[in-house]
């Protein structure tokens, strides 16, 4: 256990942030890399084949337009809603995602 939470911190310490502009985005991700955008129309995010990535961003009163490519979501994820904030974080392809309003 307390390698994996090593292993974790390493990851975490090796983030870098990216602040991106703009309504429209279209972005592939880069290892190590999280994304932050403000409130969106459109996003078209694309993962690396390997490595972790993840994108942030604001739907506003209108749902923003969410394409993900090499991107496998879990069940749950219908698209974004209205007026909410979602993370989407990807590890070799696979996505989770979190939101809040």
């Known amino acids: 256990v307390s390698q ?3 292993a974790i911190s390493q990851k ?4 870098s942030y990216v602040t991106l ?3 429209i985005v279209t ?3 880069a290892d ?3 994304y932050l955008c403000g409130e969106l129309a459109e996003l ?3 993962a690396p084949q390997t490595g972790i990535t993840a994108v942030r961003f604001t739907s506003g009163t209108t749902p923003t337009v969410v394409t993900l490519n090499g991107i496998t979501m879990p069940d749950d994820w219908t698209g974004a809603e209205a007026s909410t ?4 974080n990807v590890l070799n392809g696979l996505g989770a995602w979190q939101s809040w309003t």
């Open 4 to 6: 994996q939470k090593n």
């Open 12 to 15: 975490q310490d090796a983030t």
């Open 21 to 23: 502009s703009g309504t």
């Open 27 to 29: 972005q592939t991700g």
């Open 32 to 34: 190590n890399t999280m």
């Open 44 to 46: 078209t995010f694309t």
């Open 85 to 88: 904030t979602y993370e989407i």
